[in-house]
């Protein structure tokens, strides 16, 4: 095993990467992953090392370390502060992109609205509708009177 060898698991992946000399054992982690550098973190035996100068330097102390390094952390495209796919047509389109993400927010937002509020409303309403026009048909049935009954 290489000084610079380590074996970190996330989540059910486990993976022996190779850390290049200058970089630090989290970035590496975040690359490999797919996670945001700023907010990795690799944990051992209840240590912490993130990335920031005063950790960096104690990262160091991992490559030694026989078993696995456990990396907590959330891939980029599922933060929750991610941006928006509306932010990234404002990005990419420049004159008229600010426009469309606007939009595409109100929409959005509308749409979430709907479904969360008007969706039962309507359902109610398609029942009343639906009873009212079989209440409508069922009085079109003649329906045998009682003085017929009494004559026979």
Do not use: C, N
Request: glycine content about 6%; proline content about 7%; aromatic content about 6%.
């Amino acid at each position: 095993m290489s000084t610079r060898t380590l074996s970190l698991k996330w989540r059910t992946t486990a993976a022996r990467l190779d850390v290049p000399s200058g970089e630090s054992p989290v970035t590496t982690a975040a690359r490999h992953f797919g996670l945001v550098p700023a907010r990795t973190t690799l944990v051992f035996r209840g240590k912490r090392y993130r990335l920031d100068d005063a950790v960096v330097d104690a990262a160091d102390d991992l490559f030694g370390v026989v078993g696995d390094i456990m990396v907590l952390g959330t891939p980029a495209h599922q933060q929750l502060d991610a941006p928006s796919p509306a932010a990234a047509v404002a990005q990419r389109v420049p004159l008229v992109g600010p426009l469309i993400a606007m939009l595409l927010d109100v929409a959005g937002a509308v749409l979430v609205r709907v479904r969360d509020a008007w969706a039962p409303a309507l359902i109610r309403l398609s029942v009343a509708v639906a009873r009212g026009i079989g209440l409508f048909f069922t009085s079109l049935v003649p329906r045998p009177s009682r003085a017929r009954r009494r004559a026979e």
